[in-house]
């Protein structure tokens, strides 16, 4: 399984940005799927979850109420609507399979927020 992301940027605090991850092969529809995300000096985190047919969703607590996880396994593509954005939500945002696997980690995409 090949993941990529994408739809990062820079963007001010309160503002929105949509990250899709697009992955291939038949095992992204076979999986809880993730968005993780990693802030410089600080340990990779789980940001939100989504089981496999997309009927139940989780997010730490942290980004509740802020933050929506899709997916569309038809397309396999996975989403992470981001919204009222802060600047503690800068880093670097994965998708990858719940639990996670270590050969499916891409490059990820930067998210930066201003303040």
């Known amino acids: 399984v090949q993941l990529v992301e994408s739809g990062g940027g820079l963007v001010q605090a309160g503002g929105s940005l949509r990250l899709s991850c697009a992955g291939s092969g038949s095992t992204f529809s076979i999986n809880d799927m993730g968005w993780y995300r990693q802030a410089p000096g600080k340990l990779r985190e789980l940001v939100a979850v989504?089981?496999?047919?997309?009927?139940?969703?989780s997010y730490r607590d942290s980004v509740k109420g802020r933050f929506t996880i899709s997916r569309d396994n038809a397309k396999k593509t996975m989403y992470l609507q981001m919204n009222s954005l802060k600047p503690e939500d800068t880093a670097v945002y994965y998708c990858?399979?719940?639990?996670?696997?270590?050969?499916?980690w891409g490059q990820g995409t930067q998210v930066t927020v201003s303040s």
């Open positions: 990858n399979a719940v639990p996670y696997s270590g050969e499916y």
């Open positions: 989504i089981t496999i047919d997309g009927g139940t969703t």
